[in-house]
Nanobody
């Protein structure tokens, strides 16, 4: 199973970006999918997560600015990021959890988002 993230880049403060992450190599639909980020010198933190049923949760920092969604048929999760701030600069990682006989977490390689002031 692989997760391929895309959509990062350089944007000015106040701008928008949309991240995408698609899972491949499995015929099963992931249970939970989410986005994490890691800024330089900081720990990786959860930004948003969404269940297979579409219930979403957000960390406090991006709440109201970021929207997570998913396409179950494509095993794809999206993160729409609006009103970006310089402090949103980080490497963004997608995560997917598959629950079968056990629980397996998968990680994408990360996509860099840089917000200039």
């Amino acid at each position: 199973v692989q997760l391929q993230a895309s959509g990062g880049g350089l944007v000015q403060a106040g701008g928008s970006l949309r991240l995408s992450c698609t899972g491949s190599g499995t015929i099963f639909s992931f249970n939970d999918m989410g986005w994490y980020r890691q800024a330089p010198g900081k720990q990786r933190e959860l930004i948003a997560a969404i269940t297979r049923g579409g219930s979403a949760n957000y960390a406090d920092s991006p709440k109201g600015r970021f929207t997570i969604s998913r396409d179950g048929a494509k095993n794809t999760v999206y993160l729409q990021m609006n009103s970006l701030k310089p402090e949103d600069t980080a490497v963004y990682y997608c995560n997917a959890r598959l629950i079968r006989s056990d629980i397996t977490n998968y990680w994408g390689k990360g996509t860099l988002v840089t917000v200039s002031s």
